[in-house]
């Protein structure tokens, strides 16, 4: 069992549509990133979260602590969106190591 | 500034070669860490550093070796490559042990071993 997990696997939307993707944890958290990841392969970081939310563009991050789980929602989604979303957690009895989700391959169709 | 700096972006290695993958970062971050992506994975830690001199397991470290000698360089050694460490290999730092705002990546490796 992995201890980051994310859903869905797969996700296609059409253009514009609200995009949500989820990741759950077993245990504390200490922090959580949202990466994404590119077809030619970089990986970009686009939040850390320790509580609560935060925006940036159309791009929407939550968590919530209690219930082991953070969102990563996009707005008014387009095709420049498409990527894998991965989920990182730090977790509060690993010490300095970060546990990945398998990711969400998202496809955003004109 | 170049943040992370990983080479090469290619390699094929046979069976029982050894060599290693360079990594740097302008960033005077403390943590460095090495990950391998496998297809249907999620990353997984090979080894990581918190600072020059100090280096520790992560979660699949055999077949693999590091180094930090200064703050800007993490390479990682890969001794007698075997078919299994077929992978894409990423490197990354970041300024705190929670990751800072972000955790940076190189581009990443992709190695075969045939």
């Known amino acids: 069992k992995n201890e980051v997990e994310q859903s869905p696997q797969n996700l296609t939307a059409q253009e514009g549509e609200f995009i949500t993707i989820n990741c759950s944890y077993s245990?504390?958290?200490?922090?959580l990133h949202w990466l994404q990841q590119h077809p030619g392969g970089g990986i970009v970081s686009l939040f850390m979260l320790s509580s609560g939310k935060k925006k940036h563009g159309r791009l929407i991050a939550t968590i919530n602590i209690q219930e082991k789980h953070s969102s990563l929602h996009i707005t008014a989604s387009h095709p420049r969106d498409s990527a894998v979303y991965i989920c990182a957690g730090l977790l509060s009895n690993t010490g300095n190591q970060f546990y990945f989700g398998t990711g969400t391959s998202l496809t955003v169709i004109p | 500034n170049a943040g992370v700096t990983q080479t090469p972006k290619f390699r094929i290695l046979k069976i029982g070669q050894s060599m290693t993958l360079q990594c740097a970062q302008d960033?005077?971050?403390?943590?460095m860490y090495w990950y391998r992506q496998d297809p249907g994975m999620g990353l997984k830690l090979i080894y990581y550093s918190v600072g020059a001199g100090i280096t520790d397991k992560g979660e699949v470290p055999n077949g693999y070796n590091v180094s930090r000698s200064t703050t800007e360089d993490f390479p990682l050694r890969l001794e007698l490559a075997a078919p299994s460490q077929t992978s894409v290999y990423f490197c990354a730092s970041s300024s705190s042990r929670t990751g800072g705002e972000k955790l940076f990546f190189g581009s990443g490796t992709q190695l075969s071993v045939l």
């Open positions: 960033m005077n971050h403390n943590y």
């Open positions: 245990v504390g958290i200490s922090a």
